[in-house]
């Protein structure tokens, strides 16, 4: 049916009056998207049979990547472009008045994921499949994912996310193959036949209803699958009213991240990371059982990977099933489970290693709390005989201890490989965060730098730059991406330069326009696109950002001489809806947008953009157009980051902290091609461990910094009242835990350092493609090449 553009007309026409009983000219965009994604879909169904048949045929080992959130952004334009048929739909529809883009607006980004943990899952996604390798995914069906973030005078407000509203054309419902999950309960234990038995009774039962997602690989044949789980009512219970059952039951699969401040979410939650794990390994040990019978070389053959502590639940589950359900004894269940899980710690932040109150943990999940208590009895009994007496580290490293499941203390006990995302974040959690296990397990210990898909982040989102590219160095970085290294000798290529900056101007017009239809506010498309777009949390220092923007604003104001290059400051984020000092920052960049961007004084040179519900399809928009890329975290702080990699290839410049995978990014273009300040992490955990950082300091002697903070309670802003004293306090009262005011003075000069070479603009298209060179490393095919054969063993 894509064969050439008269047979993709026909096709395309006679399906849609088909599905929707209309004629052609009566059809919306959305009945052609919907039209298009079923042709695409039956299109690859071949394949997609074949893949699995080929793995099964093989005995090929596969592995299982289990994660919460899977960000996968709109799949119809990404699918066409891997499938090699994009050019056959696009002159087809042309020629049947339709334009390719239209239907791709018409896409919703799925509501899947939040920031970087799942993005990186979708992109490791993409590369498994193009590298025909034999990896699926394993999440949650999100009715409402995180949420549709809205700004209303200047306020975050959320609104429940309708991505499913009109259906998801990717996905294929299959009920047959739905998995039971146990809830609360009790437990027996009995002896037959001479071993303890163990039954789980009067449980409360969720039926996993899977929904499959074909992952089509780049130029290959290869289709991997992404199974999304939803809950939904089963045996209805006799204890508890119809209606509160099935309400607890589709909530379960209801949300992203429920609001866990209370003991009502934090039981949600539990239900939501075990749900995801009885329905993955139920799934995967059924068909596991129907092709070998028994679970004796599950190992050999299976790899599951936890991405992050959610899914870590892998670990006591696989070991009640080996142990209740095939009768093995715990030596063998547990040389199987430690021998089948991997896990990947993304963050070194203490209230992002979970931690379940036993009160909570154990009424929802007996058996399984029970399994868990077994692991840290035998687990504290090793570190007696290793370390006999040393009580303090034995609490240290318990898996269970004052009144708390410890998560990442399991993962690590219960898998085989524990990697960190960046070589900083690796060595941080080695010889900081997770000293103790590394001591005790040193060879469980590694790092696989974080990547993104080169596809999406460069092939797709920015043809106009790719297609430059490829006239310059061929085809072969888009199967090869570190081929792009090539470009290096283009650096100073005058002519290359040129037609680099009219694609990053092509770039910044469009955003520009959508900046003026989305928020009325016009920018200069010539200024200086500085960019600072992910997840708002305090360590990624947000506030830093806006307190320069404040201080440059006080100049424009109060200096007749200063001058600057034009600049467009451009945010985007969202911050979670029980996260309040994130959602006044917010407020606080609106309010400095509001007041800059109309203050007629200071002629343009300064406005501050915040883009609302940033997602992937907007992402798509900015990073092609940005020129600087914010990457300003606390040092120490953010395990990679995968935007500074997206920036980068874009022909972004980094300004930015020796953080994460900043670190690996200056080793590759050097301190000529990156704009470096601040504290390192050495002198972070430094101050962190001795103390010395007194912020009051900063505040006293620097007549900068005094007025930026004081202008956050003194009245210059008036739509805000006293809304930003808890910021004031953070800084000064609290000490500023992010080091902000620290920091802000080696910011500025970076910042000023900045602007000057901007100025420079053969010097800079320099730095702009001595970046896109050397991109490639952190292309997800490097990233999952290395899973593949140091941590997982597939081919």
């Not at 052609?24 to 048949?53: A, C, P």
């Not at 979708?122 to 699926?136: E, K, N, R, T, V």
């Amino acid at each position: 049916m894509f064969t050439d553009k008269e047979e993709f007309k026909q096709t395309f026409l006679r399906r849609l009056e088909m599905m929707y009983g209309k004629r052609f000219w009566e059809s919306t965009v959305l009945d052609q998207y919907n039209t298009l994604g079923h042709m695409i879909r039956e299109y690859i169904s071949k394949h997609w049979i074949q893949t699995n048949e080929r793995y099964r045929a093989e005995h090929k080992k596969q592995v299982y990547y289990l994660s919460i959130e899977f960000l996968l952004g709109r799949l119809l334009g990404s699918n066409l472009m891997n499938l090699g048929i994009r050019d056959v739909v696009e002159q087809g529809l042309k020629e049947l008045g339709i334009e390719l883009a239209h239907i791709e607006e018409v896409e919703i980004d799925a509501g899947l994921g939040n920031g970087g943990l799942g993005r990186l899952a979708a992109c490791f996604l993409d590369s498994l499949a193009s590298l025909d390798l034999p990896g699926h995914g394993q999440g949650i069906r999100y009715k409402h994912g995180l949420f549709d973030q809205k700004i209303v005078n200047g306020y975050q407000v959320e609104l429940p996310e309708q991505w499913l509203r009109h259906g998801n054309v990717w996905e294929v419902k299959k009920e047959d193959l739905a998995v039971e999950v146990n809830f609360w309960g009790k437990v027996e234990c009995y002896e037959q036949d001479g071993r303890l038995t163990f039954r789980h009774y009067d449980v409360e039962k969720v039926m996993a209803v899977p929904y499959d997602m074909p992952v089509i690989g780049y130029d290959t044949t290869t289709v991997n699958t992404l199974r999304l789980w939803s809950a939904e009512p089963a045996k209805f219970p006799l204890h508890k009213h119809v209606m509160q059952y099935k309400r607890e039951t589709e909530a379960i699969s209801e949300f992203l991240y429920p609001d866990d401040t209370n003991d009502e979410g934090k039981i949600l939650r539990l239900k939501q990371q075990y749900f995801l794990v009885a329905a993955s390994i139920g799934s995967i040990v059924r068909d596991y059982r129907q092709r070998y019978g028994h679970l004796q070389h599950f190992h050999r053959h299976v790899a599951i990977h936890v991405n992050d502590t959610h899914p870590v639940l892998a670990i006591p589950e696989l070991m009640r099933i080996l142990l209740d359900e095939e009768g093995m004894g715990w030596d063998e269940a547990w040389h199987i489970t430690t021998n089948t899980i991997s896990y990947t710690n993304h963050t070194t932040l203490s209230e992002a290693l979970e931690k379940w109150p036993i009160y909570i943990f154990q009424p929802l999940l007996p058996r399984i709390y029970m399994i868990v208590q077994e692991i840290n009895e035998r687990f504290c009994r090793d570190l007696w005989n290793r370390y006999p007496g040393d009580w303090k580290r034995i609490e240290e490293m318990a898996i269970i201890a004052h009144g708390l499941v410890k998560m990442a203390h399991l993962a690590i006990v219960g898998s085989y490989s524990v990697n960190g995302v960046a070589k900083i974040h690796s060595e941080i959690l080695k010889h900081r965060e997770m000293k103790l296990f590394y001591e005790y397990f040193p060879e469980k210990f590694n790092n696989k730098t974080n990547g993104i898909t080169h596809r999406r982040w460069l092939l797709k989102a920015n043809p106009e730059l790719s297609s430059l590219i490829t006239e310059a160095i061929g085809t072969e970085w888009i199967k090869q991406p570190e081929q792009l290294i090539q470009l290096k000798k283009y650096a100073t290529d005058h002519a290359f330069q040129e037609r680099l900056e009219k694609v990053k101007h092509h770039h910044k017009q469009k955003l520009a326009k959508y900046i003026y239809e989305k928020t009325g506010v016009t920018v200069d498309d010539s200024s200086i696109f500085d960019v600072q777009v992910k997840r708002l949390h305090a360590y990624k220092r947000q506030l830093l950002n806006v307190l320069h923007i404040m201080h440059l604003y006080n100049r424009l104001k109060e200096d007749e001489h200063f001058d600057m290059y034009p600049r467009t400051f451009i945010f985007g984020a969202k911050a979670s809806p029980g996260y309040h000092y994130a959602k006044r920052i917010i407020k606080l960049i609106n309010s400095v947008a509001q007041k800059v961007n109309s203050d007629e004084q200071i002629n343009g040179r300064l406005k501050v953009i915040f883009l609302e519900n940033y997602r992937v399809s907007l992402a798509e928009k900015i990073f092609p157009a940005a020129d600087v890329s914010e990457q300003i975290s606390t040092a120490s702080k953010e395990a990679s980051g995968t935007g500074n990699m997206k920036f980068m290839m874009n022909g972004a410049v980094t300004i930015g902290t020796l953080d994460g995978a900043n670190i690996e990014i200056l080793e590759r273009v050097g301190h000529d091609n990156m704009f470096i300040f601040g504290l390192t992490a050495e002198e972070v955990l430094h101050y962190y461990a001795n103390g010395g950082y007194h912020s009051y300091e900063y505040y006293h002697h620097d007549q900068r910094i005094h007025q930026v903070v004081n202008q956050l309670v003194n009245g210059f802003f008036p739509d805000a009242y006293d809304h930003f004293e808890p910021i004031y306090d953070s800084l000064l009262a609290h000490n500023d835990q992010y080091f902000v005011l620290r920091d802000f003075a080696s910011y500025a000069d970076a910042q000023q350092r900045l602007g000057v070479a901007y100025e420079n603009r053969q010097k800079w298209l320099e730095m702009s493609v001595t970046n896109i060179a050397c991109s490639g490393y952190f292309s997800s095919d490097r990233t999952i090449e290395e899973y593949a054969q140091d941590i997982w063993n597939i081919h």
